[in-house]
């Protein structure tokens, strides 16, 4: 049974933040499941995956984070208890349909699971999904540890049906990825068969309808302020003079910075887990006990700005600070060492930070980057599309997943990238208004994804670009999900059927689509090369398996390769595929068999072809 | 109880986050209140793999630059990258063998000599025990168990508010099942090592 399914409450587990968000729903009844992948939050949706194989929860990959909510959104209008699940800019992709449905609302309750990325350990940018409360109008809860994380989930579905709304659950990194004991509660039986009831008045958006609408929407925003006066997520601890508010993981840090401090008994803490709307009754009164206030929330002044507007209101006159370039930034993460320090110097308590180590002597260390696997099909593509364009002057936009590692040297594959699947949109523009050629690049899920679209425009506008879809049959950037290209069979995952690439690529009506076998160098550089020569749309289809995900399966490739003594040490292995594999000893070029996976691009490119595989592994 | 904070750095594919999440169920057993925070999403790409672990009265999972108690490093290079999360009292234990970053293996950046690196962690920080863990694992039957040996170093220190035996038992659990002995066998070998320095 999987893990996060034993009905037994009181036992207790050290689980992931993620983990013991999913084990939260299953604990709620969740009957339903939807979701595109995207780190930080993508182990929710793995272990549902694995969860709706045993169990009667329905959960399915979707193909964006727009479809994703749209799919959860009618299991919840059917009265299901559903969860979408999407890391921050997915919300963007959603934002469509979150908006018009924060007036439809929802009978079953649905949770909308936003991972916020500040510091951006793997994301584009680091947004606040707050502001996107503010924008729908729809409820925000944010936990602070991992435990209340997997509670509130069961509140989020209790305060969703109450509202008739769905509710945003935001998250960040720090508490996706934290781990810590957490202690499981009953696990409630899903309803799991849903039923529809038609009233086209209330679901129909046209404009006399949303206009009604709208008016219920702000009805429900004035009763959820209500609930978040009195939600036990809003809470207060202390009886000093010294008011800090504050959310999410940053609760943490004030929490240990006033015992570290010694001021529990100056201070007065005010947690805010229900975040939109504000509670102002609550945040007015606790404005009222105190001298001065000092607000800790990474990322926007979202709190701030309503905590001033509010004692603005009840002509409250004390200093309110956060976001201050002598205090907090909007930057990046936070950690306790600056909650601490920053608390100490709004309130004037003498505070001796700890010294680092001084790294002053020590000398430039060589980086260790994130690199593209060994034997990664997707290094043999960029070669090829390298060695086909040499002398021409291209520009070259890339997209989301691990290829985008490529923009680094020596393959240097990637000059402009903003969100998934705007290599296709920006190759259209960038050939327009540069006359240019445009190679763009494009990952297989991300191609279904939000490529499509782009695709059609360019073929719709004759813009001369040529595509090229590194197809490797998986999500592999986020772990390996499955997407709609994916021969799910073959997995060993019976009900799915597969979607070709090449059809969708031809029936879109481009005219020049051609296949290639980026491990077979030559034949590649070939096709490329016809490829670009083409006058109009273009695309390439570059089909491998992950080099990655085929080990976990244990499907190797070939035997290992060595360099022999006829290497005359040209290095073009190195300076102009530079696989992982590669070592320098006694400056002559070796190759980790452990790492090697037996591509043998590196041999087909050798000069003296020096590079031969092992007889035996 | 006592706050005890643990950096653990590591390069994907080492198998620090087995180890972190052995640590984790042992304070687990022992009802030793434990956080943890990890970045893994570069884990299976070569980048760096850095965990944080507080044991104790405290409710950070994450820990500031200069506020480690313990720095435990897989390899030697990624010690003296993370220094900065030391201060002059922490204890720092190291395998000594290294794994050189593509880019050094290319010639782009020198891979600095290990008994400097040695020489600089020891003047930086409280105690330095530096091993290595791959030849222990080796030894105990797998080099792939340098994470067991350097758990058993770590352990052996006696600064973590969790057991031996509890450690054990968390191996017992945690790990597959065909490599228990060696596991044991490297974790009683990482412990053998720092005995032998400390005595």
């Not at chain 1, 059809?503 to 490829?531: C, D, F, L, Q, T």
């Not at chain 2, 972190?20 to 760096?48: F, N, W």
Request: include cysteine.
């Amino acid at each position: 049974m999987h893990k996060l399914l034993v009905d037994q409450p009181g036992e207790k587990k050290f689980l992931l933040g993620n983990e013991a968000i999913a084990r939260g729903a299953i604990e709620a009844g969740v009957a339903f499941a939807s979701t595109y992948p995207g780190t930080p939050s993508s182990e929710i949706s793995l272990n549902f995956f694995q969860i709706a194989r045993e169990s009667d929860l329905y959960f399915e990959y979707s193909t964006n984070e727009k479809v994703a909510l749209e799919v959860s959104a009618a299991a919840a209008n059917s009265g299901l208890r559903s969860m979408c699940i999407m890391k921050h800019v997915g919300v963007n992709v959603a934002a469509d349909a979150l908006m018009t449905l924060a007036y439809v609302g929802i009978r079953g309750g649905l949770v909308i699971l936003t991972a916020d990325d500040p510091y951006m350990f793997s994301s584009q940018n680091e947004q606040d999904t707050r502001y996107y409360g503010k924008l729908s109008g729809l409820p925000i809860l944010e936990p602070s540890s991992a435990q209340e994380a997997k509670d509130m989930v069961g509140y989020a579905f209790e305060l969703s049906e109450a509202l008739q709304e769905p509710v945003i659950f935001r998250t960040t990194t720090r508490l996706n990825h934290s781990t810590a004991p957490i202690i499981f509660g009953p696990v409630k039986l899903p309803e799991t068969s849903g039923n529809f009831f038609k009233d086209p008045f209330n679901y129909v958006t046209v404009p006399a309808v949303s206009r009604n609408l709208h008016v219920k929407l702000l009805k429900h925003i004035e009763e959820a302020e209500q609930m978040a006066c009195e939600s036990a997520y809003n809470f207060i601890t202390g009886e000093g003079r010294w008011g800090i508010i504050c959310n999410g993981v940053s609760y943490n840090y004030v929490t240990d910075a006033v015992k570290d401090l010694n001021i529990i008994d100056k201070s007065r803490i005010l947690r805010i887990g229900f975040s939109h709307p504000m509670p102002g009754q609550l945040i007015k009164s606790f404005l009222s006990k105190c001298e001065k206030a000092l607000i800790v929330e990474e990322g926007e002044p979202y709190m701030e700005e309503a905590v001033k507007a509010l004692a603005q209101e009840a002509n409250l006159t004390l200093s309110i600070r956060g976001k201050d370039p002598a205090l907090f930034s909007r930057l990046f993460e936070f950690d306790p060492a600056m909650v601490r320090k920053c608390i100490a110097a709004y309130f004037g308590v003498p505070y001796e930070a700890e010294m680092p180590a001084d790294v002053s002597d020590i000398p430039d260390l060589p980086q260790r980057p994130p690199n593209l696997c060994a034997g990664c099909s997707h290094r043999a593509t960029f070669y090829a599309v390298n060695k086909a364009a040499e002398g021409m002057e291209t520009i070259r936009p890339t997209d989301i997943g691990c290829y985008t590692l490529g923009f680094l040297p020596p393959l240097s594959n990637g000059d402009f990238l903003i969100c998934m699947g705007s290599s296709v949109g920006t190759s259209c523009g960038f050939s327009k208004a540069t006359g240019k050629k445009v190679i763009g690049f494009i990952g297989d899920s991300t191609f279904f994804h939000s490529g499509i679209p782009g695709l059609i425009n360019a073929v719709f506008h004759r813009h001369d670009l040529t595509l090229v879809i590194l197809d490797n049959q998986t999500t592999a950037m986020t772990g390996h999900q499955p997407h709609p290209g994916v021969d799910m069979e073959g997995l060993n995952y019976p009900g799915y059927q597969q979607v070709s690439i090449e059809s969708v690529v031809r029936g879109i009506g481009v005219e020049h689509v051609s296949v290639i076998k980026p491990y077979n160098v030559k034949k590649s550089i070939v096709a490329v090369k016809e490829a670009i020569s083409h006058d109009g749309v273009s695309v390439i289809i570059a089909r491998q398996n992950c080099t990655l995900f085929d080990k976990s399966f244990k499907r190797s490739v070939g035997r290992p390769f060595y360099v022999s003594d006829r290497c005359k040490n040209h290095r073009l292995c190195i300076n102009e595929l530079g696989c992982p594999a590669f070592y320098v000893e006694n400056d002559r070029v070796r190759i980790n068999s452990t790492l090697c996976t037996g591509c043998g691009v590196c041999a087909q490119i050798c000069p003296e072809h020096a590079i031969l595989p092992f007889k035996q592994k | 109880m006592d706050i005890k904070r643990l950096i653990i750095v590591a390069v994907g594919g080492q198998g620090n986050l087995l180890a972190s999440k052995v640590l984790g169920e042992a304070a687990c057993r022992l009802d030793v209140p434990v956080r943890m925070s990890e970045i893994h999403g570069m884990a299976q790409r070569g980048g760096v793999v850095e965990s944080a672990m507080v044991f104790g009265d405290a409710v950070s999972t994450i820990i500031s630059d200069g506020e480690a108690d313990i720095l435990l490093s897989f390899e030697p290079l990624e010690a003296l990258r993370a220094i900065k999360k030391c201060n002059s009292r922490t204890v720092v234990i190291t395998n000594i063998s290294a794994l050189p970053p593509f880019t050094a293996s290319i010639g782009k950046g020198k891979y600095p000599d290990i008994d400097t690196i040695v020489q600089q962690l020891k003047s930086k920080v409280g105690q330095l025990i530096p091993l290595d863990a791959k030849a222990l694992a080796k030894a105990a039957g797998n080099e792939l168990s340098v994470n067991m040996v350097l758990l058993g170093a770590l352990i052996e220190t006696d600064i973590l508010p969790v057991t031996p035996v509890s450690v054990e038992d968390a191996i017992r659990e945690t790990t597959k099942k065909a490599f228990l002995d060696t596991n044991l066998k490297a974790f009683e070998a990482g412990r053998g090592a720092v005995r032998e320095q400390i005595a």
